[in-house]
């Protein structure tokens, strides 16, 4: 699969002239999602976690990011996708309202170029649990990323608690 | 004079930094001068600082403020050389002119340029210059020499646009024409020249003159130890030192598991010392003394005092206590407005005071100190108090309580509803105090930055306002404690004590049940106790309360750590299963959405590289649902001094129970050692005496309702319950079991006991409080009269009790005064009475320190004899004891020592310093018949 995503990647390289946007893309559960690339702060590895008691399953804990405390959030958990979580992940840190958040994925892809002419609106049918943290699906060759949107995550989650 | 634009910044920064500094200076010195009288140095200062800011705000090219500063500093040329005196027109005219000048700056920075117009400018424009006017005219007729100069004044301020002294509006014209606004920031040519060019070239002359004479003077003065450094600078310093703090503590947790390494574990040992020093330096960089707070309400204060017609001396108190900036500037506006409030609602003004027999000078003091690791600062004002009844009423029109829940609100909590959002007390909504924020505003704002607020107020005697809050809010010293495997860290501030309880033994402080909560008995006082394992992970596991004596074996050695924490001023206890060290920790701010959770306030990074959650002790007790009801008005220990200081607290807590009838029956707390529950079956006979086995002997169980023998239904007949509550009292060597219908609650009364109503033994009097009237249970006297029964027991104290001679006894009682030195308001009332009642006379004090107070100021022979408590916060009554036998005057003077339970180690103890006997507490014919045993003793040796 991530063979497939590389030539896409070249292809849409070479495309230059239309409008694009870098994806980070990972990977829940098998499924295709990407985070804009210029929110991403950086990829790291599994870490030590402070879990916070009283918290929503979704929020997995606290790491020490070099001195900084960011916020992991469990995206299986928070999407609904509770069945058989992995014991290795792989934390994609934002920095959203100058407080870094650590949005926890099974496994990281590539960096994905996409166009904006392949952009769909995320149709109705999603399941709410995703669709409200979308921005929309990109149609990549034989492939479909769902954007996600982190700033509407952490509204989401100020909202709701 | 081609300046860069940054370059013209920063000069402009400074400038604005020096004013600033110069103005504070000044209002400083003006105030002390008002104070204090003329004193030539500080007249002086006043001069130079005057003169200062005239010439670098001409410098800038600010007009206006250099044309005040220049009449300033004409007027007080005279008074400088001593040739007259400063009046207070002109001290007024000052003022006014640093109002200005202060306004002006403000607009400037905000406008990048001199203001054109502004409403309120033209005001205090206006008002300057009339008033000026006024002090000058004065001044003429004072000094003659000087009426060149003052002419030359007046012809400067005349010179000025039309007629000052009319309207605003005419001054705003004559600064539009005259003076220009300069758009500083663009323009590039010598701001100097532009002036001059702009104003009248005869006044500029006349400035110029001066400024370049002086300036040498200025700059030598300027050379000093001291340089001007960004905030900014000192923040990001900080933030560094908070990173270094942290990797130090890394480091030291790396080297504790690699000890083997000496020459590693010293340059751990050397960056540690060095850290903590770095981090101890930084910080100081960021302290101010707070009188740079504090100095500016002497001008508010006398402004407003003014303004209302009242007169009010506000007395500063420690203001080099140094706290950091940032911290300064979150208490600023919470200070403010309690002063205000405190001059506006809380003075009277001169003519109440009088009719109220009080000194027409109100006082109002403001008092900052250290104390562990925090500074307190205490507003205290001499004014009408709190009055729980307009509060009250205020509250219920407001819609913040009904009227049922202020009817069963104590004067405390009623006086706490002024921080209730939305309350405002001015009948009339005032311009000082009445601005739409209330003292809802203070208390969140102190809160938010980790601080506290309390309040004490005796209607028509005053009102005491106390801030608590942290040094410094980057680093904070926390203790670390653990739960359920997990780190957790409660900031220092709110911690109380630390103590550690095993279950298993016979001391008093224990963990116990009531009504399924679990309670702590902590020196007299119930506190709540909750767990944090159960708050965070609702596990029950560790709250071992004895929950009856079964139970008790299978948890011997069960030991509990708990954290004496103080939220918002109640107490209460937090189990942890174990405690760690302190340690200083960097705060970082958690996302909103962990903050909704309310029990943490934040994060840190602990030594070992993981990440601990700070408690937030608020959260924690509002999610535990502690009864706040109960335990508000209990301050917290340094507060309840604080309290007995102020204003002798009046209030004494109850056990209330079901005695078997339908009036509400209580026990005073302070005789109660413990409160148990037994399964009904285990009761047993010996003799007639109903007992129960308890720890390792047997517990006499006197039942209070059959004792008091009620003609109620329901009074006599055996009600078979499973469990019985149980009140265990301990007097001297000995325990008694009072058995109960049911223990309901402790509750805080400060009414007097009334010892007119009682039909029976048993009875010690009624409270009357606002809802219902409380009886308060003899239960000392009960155990006497039953103990009479009792044949197994011999009391080492049960003599026969002297019968006092009644009639003439009485009389020869009014020739003695006693000093009854008791803290607990209960004892304190209730033996006063039982003196008065027997015809001493009696004076009482508070503690021992109060009670050496008045004995000190008392002639030799005014007392007979001193009855002292031993237990009393402050000075204790053994230290009393020591410090009445070393007097000069009241060596001689008998003492008595009153308690509730004493060991014959104690009462050695007692009789080595100095008190004749010791006598129990509550029983009052014994104490009538010692007393006139050693008074009538004491007698008969005079006479001879």
Known sequence: MHEDISKNQEVLINNKSVNTKQFSAFYLDNRLYGIEVSRVQEVVRSMTMTPIPLAPDYVRGLINLRGQV????????????????????????????????????????????????????????????????????????????????VDNIIKFLNHKT | MALTPEAKQSALSEYFDECYEMLERLNKNVSIVEKNGSDKEILAAIYRDMHTLKGSSQLFGFAKIGRLAHVMETCLDPIRKGKTNLSPELLDSIYIGLDFITFTLDQIKDLKKEPDSHE?????????????????????????????????????IKAKPSTEETTPVSVENKNDTEIPSFEIFDMAENPVQSVTSATRPVVQSKLEEPQTSDKKNVSDEQISETIRVQVNLLNNLMNLVGELVLIRNQLLQHAKFNDDDTDFLKMSQRLNLLTAELQNEVMKTRMQPIGNVLTIFTRVVRDISKELGKKIDLNLQGIETELDKTVIEAVKDPLMHIVRNAVDHGIETAEERKKEGKKETALIILKAYNESGQV??????????????????????????????????????????????????????????????????????????????????????????????PLSLAIIPALIVHSEGQQFAIPQTKLVELLRIDNSETNSEKIENLQGQAVLRLRGKLLPVISLAQVLFNKRNNLNFAE?????????????????????????????????????????????????????SGATIMGDGTVALTIDVLGIAEIAKISIVHTNDRPSSHFQNKLVNHYHSD?????????????????PLSIVNRLEEFETERFELSGEQKVIRYRNSLLPILSLPDFLELPFENSKTEIIKERTPIVVIKRGHFSYGIEVREIYDIIEVSSEIDQSVKDRPGILGTIVTNEQIIVIADIFGMIDIVKSNLESQSHPHSEIVHEPQIVTEIIKRQNHRILLVEDSSFFRKYIHSILLEAGYLVETAYDGANGLEILESSLQNHFSLILSDIEMPIMDGLEFAKHVRSSKNHSKIPMIAITTKYTQNEIQEGLSVGFSSYLEKLRAEKLIAELDLILIQNKTKEKN
Do not use: W
């Open chain 1, 70 to 149: 960011a916020t992991a959030i469990g995206l299986r958990e928070l999407f609904g996708f509770h069945e058989q979580l992995p014991d290795e992940f792989i934390n994609i840190v934002c920095k959203i309202d100058g407080m870094l958040i650590s949005f926890q994925v099974d496994e990281i892809g590539d960096v994905i170029e996409v166009s904006e002419e392949d952009f769909e609106q995320t149709p109705q049918t999603i399941s709410d649990n995703i669709r409200r943290y979308m921005i929309g699906v990109y149609k990549i060759s034989n492939s479909l990323l769902s954007a996600i949107d």
């Open chain 2, 120 to 156: 309120e400018l033209e005001k205090i424009f206006a008002k300057f210059l009339s008033s000026v006017e006024l002090s000058i005219t004065n001044l003429k007729s004072l000094s003659k020499d000087k009426i060149l100069l003052t002419e030359e004044t007046f012809e400067y």
């Open chain 2, 376 to 469: 307190i600062i205490e507003i205290i004002d001499d004014g009408r108090g709190i009055d729980k009844e307009k509060i009250g009423a205020k509250a219920v029109e407001k819609g913040i309580i009904t009227k049922e829940t202020l009817s069963k609100m104590t004067e405390k909590e009623v006086q706490l509803l002024i921080f209730t959002p939305g309350f405002s007390t001015a009948d009339v909504v005032s311009n000082i105090s009445g601005r739409g924020v209330g003292m809802d505003v203070v208390k969140t704002n102190v809160e938010r930055i980790g601080g506290l607020v309390d309040l004490f107020s005796v209607p028509g005697k005053g009102t005491t306002i106390i801030i608590k809050i």
């Open chain 2, 548 to 600: 009856d004596e079964h139970n008790k074996l299978n948890q011997e050695n069960i030991v509990s750590n708990v954290v004496i924490l103080n939220a918002d001023n109640f107490l209460f206890g937090l189990i942890v299963d174990e405690i760690n060290d302190s340690a200083d920790i960097v705060v970082k701010s958690l996302s909103q959405f962990l903050k909704d959770l309310k029990v943490f």
């Open chain 2, 651 to 667: 209030i004494c807590e109850y056990l209330l129970i079901d005695a078997g009838a339908p009036s509400a029956y209580a026990i």
